[in-house]
Nanobody
Framework: VQLVESGGGSVQAGGSLRLSCKITGFTYDDYVIAWFRQAPGKEREGVSCISSSDGTTYYSDSVKDRFTISNDYGKKTATLQMNTLEPEDTAVYYC???????????????????????WGQGTQVTVAS
């Protein structure tokens, strides 16, 4: 199983970026994909997640109403559209995935790292003030 991220880069505050995460090698059709981020000197935190089984989404309070997660089921590719970026959004962003038929309401800890079996390599997002 591989998770390959793309996107990221540098942008001015108020700008937008889009991250993508393509999954290859999954045995089963349904999965949950999440985006985490880790800023220098801080712990990795969950940002958003989506269930392929019903498309339900969760967002952390810090990105709600600014970020949008989506999933192309056929391509097994998740996208994180990040708008109105702030310097506090500067971090390395990681996608993570687990093969699961469950909706997010049945995932006990959707923003806990241990929930996910597979991780991408990370991509840097830098937001200048």
């Amino acid at each position: 199983v591989q998770l390959v991220e793309s996107g990221g880069g540098s942008v001015q505050a108020g700008g937008s970026l889009r991250l993508s995460c393509k999954i290859t090698g999954f045995t089963y059709d349904d999965y949950v994909i999440a985006w985490f981020r880790q800023a220098p000197g801080k712990e990795r935190e969950g940002v958003s997640c989506i269930s392929s089984s019903d498309g339900t989404t969760y967002y952390s309070d810090s990105v709600k109403d600014r970020f949008t997660i989506s999933n192309d089921y056929g391509k097994k590719t998740a996208t994180l559209q990040m708008n109105t970026l702030e310097p506090e959004d500067t971090a390395v962003y990681y996608c993570a995935a687990v093969q699961s038929p469950f909706t997010l309401s049945r995932i006990s800890y959707p923003f806990r790292q241990q929930t996910y079996d597979y991780w991408g390599q990370g991509t840097q997002v830098t937001v200048a003030s």
